[in-house]
């Protein structure tokens, strides 16, 4: 699915609640968790490491007028996802991580030799994430939960 219609569907779950860095730590949990769960990304569009962690650029440049405010609707363009399971694990992770604060948001997706934290460097912004490092995070969160 396109990153698009992924944060309309996590806007549209929290009442068009959510600031773009909510959205966008939040996206990034549930593309790990599609990633480790079903084997396949979530997103069709990659996350890259910036200052405050994994951003999809794609989406930053569109929302990016709201600054630290709730996102309005300007996904009137982008279909609402149609794979079940992408939209279960939306769901699953906006219940699960949805009321945090952003900094809880953003320490989370932080960790010490995560996906974020490999490709991050002090300042530079398009460092891509790949998906090998999400998906051993991912690999490495259930690890320390067995």
Not at 69 to 81: A, K, T
Request: aromatic share 10%; with cysteine.
């Amino acid at each position: 699915m396109s990153v698009f219609s992924a944060a309309r569907h996590l806007c549209e779950r929290s009442g068009w609640t959510l600031s773009n860095l909510k959205l966008q730590k939040i996206l990034f949990l549930a593309h790990m968790v599609h990633l480790g769960e079903k084997g396949e990304p979530l997103i069709r569009e990659g996350f890259e490491a910036w200052d405050y962690g994994p951003v999809s650029p794609d989406l930053y440049r569109r929302v990016r007028v709201f600054g630290s405010s709730p996102i309005r609707n300007i996904f009137h363009g982008d279909p609402p996802p149609r794979s079940q399971s992408r939209i279960e694990t939306l769901d699953e992770i906006y219940d699960q991580v949805g009321n945090w604060t952003a900094g809880q948001l953003v320490r989370t997706t932080h960790r010490r030799n995560g996906a974020w934290d490999k490709a991050y460097i002090p300042g530079a912004m398009g460092v891509p994430i790949s998906n090998e490092d999400i998906l051993q995070e991912y690999q490495d969160r259930a690890a320390e939960q067995s």
